[in-house]
Structures are given as C-alpha cells and as structure tokens.
C-alpha cells in the first residue's frame, strides 16, 4: 500500500484546508488510518485516528476543529481543517495500519500545513 498526501499550503489564521491521502494497492487491508504532524524542533504528535468501523480519536488541541473522514470507496483518508491556528502549522502526514499489525506500517510524505497569523 503507498499513501500519497494532497492539499497542504498556506493560510491564515482561522482559516480552513482539507487534505488528503490517498491509497493505492490493497486499502481493504488497512484497519486503522490515521493524521500526524511534526513541526520543526517537535516530536511528531498524532492528531487523529479513524478506524474501519468509522469510531475516531482526535488529540485534544484539534478536537472540535478538525474532522477526520475516510471513503473506501474511493480509497482517500481526509482531514478537515476549520479554525486553524499558527500552532497547527507542520508537516502533516497520513498512516495506515493493517490487520494484525501493532504499529502503523504504511506512511505518505507528507504535505506541509502554514497557518500565518
């Protein structure tokens, strides 16, 4: 599976981005599917995590602003952002973990989020 991330750019504060990621090869097999970030000089900080079943988790500093989604119709994660803040700026990135699997095995590049104030 490869996981290929879109829609990153800049915006200003308060503003809104959808990014997604979308999955190429066997999308069925992937349970869990989640969004991290990493900003410069930061550990990399999970921000949501959207299982098969559709139960979601979103880290306390995005809860209420960002809306995680998946179409496995169209194999594409999503990651709604409304009400952005400087802080949200890093660079965001999608992972899936299969059936089985403890860790999450599959990883996009990335795409950069900048929220200027």
């Known amino acids: 599976v490869q996981l290929v991330e879109s829609g990153g750019g800049l915006v200003q504060a308060g503003g809104s981005l959808r990014l997604s990621c979308a999955a190429s090869g066997s999308f069925f097999s992937i349970n869990t599917m989640a969004w991290y970030r990493q900003a410069p000089g930061k550990e990399r900080e999970l921000v949501a995590v959207i299982r098969v079943v559709g139960v979601t988790y979103y880290a306390d500093s995005v809860k209420g602003r960002f809306t995680i989604s998946r179409d496995n119709a169209k194999n594409t994660l999503y990651l709604q952002m409304n009400s952005l803040k400087p802080e949200d700026t890093a660079m965001y990135y999608c992972?899936?973990?299969?059936?089985?699997?403890?860790?999450?095995?599959?990883w996009g590049q990335g795409t950069q989020v900048t929220v200027s104030s």
């Open positions: 992972a899936g973990k299969s059936y089985g699997s403890i860790e999450y095995n599959y």
